[in-house]
């Protein structure tokens, strides 16, 4: 993950500035690219479907072995799609025996909603 990602999500100063709503202030380059990549993570279907199973799973975390009889894909696709989620910081991964668990970074989709969240209108009703 991205340096600046991490920093951010590390830090409720540098959460409040790289997270502001877009209707707030717009976003530099910088920013604009680092939450592009996590945006474009959960993009594709097959990620997105995957993010929800791995959140929605009892106990908040899923061993890979359930996920990808949920998929008509092939475990090395499933993998592939799991590596771009863990690359992109919404999920991690722990490996226990031959298998991994992977459990959701709450962290990063507060990031990704925290930006996508309107600021409150202050204006007076007319």
């Given amino acids: 993950m991205d340096v600046k990602i991490e920093a ?3 830090s409720a100063v ?4 790289c997270c502001s709503p877009l209707v ?13 990549k ?3 993570a959960v993009a594709d279907p097959v ?11 009892d106990g908040g975390e899923v061993c890979v072995c359930d996920l990808t009889e949920a998929f008509d894909l092939t475990g090395p ?3 592939h799609h799991l590596k771009v989620l863990r690359e ?7 490996r226990r ?3 991994i668990y992977y459990r959701v970074r709450p962290e990063t989709l507060a990031r990704l909603s925290a930006v996508l969240t309107p600021a409150p209108d202050t204006r007076e009703p007319s």
């Avoid at 976003?27 to 592009?36: E, I, K, T």
């Avoid at 990620?47 to 799973?57: E, P, T």
């Avoid at 992109?88 to 722990?94: K, N, Q, R």
């Fill in 8 to 10: 951010c999500l590390d």
């Fill in 14 to 17: 540098s959460q409040q500035l």
């Fill in 24 to 36: 707030r202030e717009p976003l530099s380059d910088g920013q604009a690219a680092d939450l592009a």
């Fill in 38 to 40: 996590v945006f474009k």
């Fill in 47 to 57: 990620r997105l479907r995957l993010l929800s199973l791995i959140a929605s799973h």
């Fill in 77 to 79: 696709t499933i993998s």
């Fill in 88 to 94: 992109s910081g919404l999920i991690t991964g722990e």
């Fill in 97 to 99: 025996g031959t298998w």
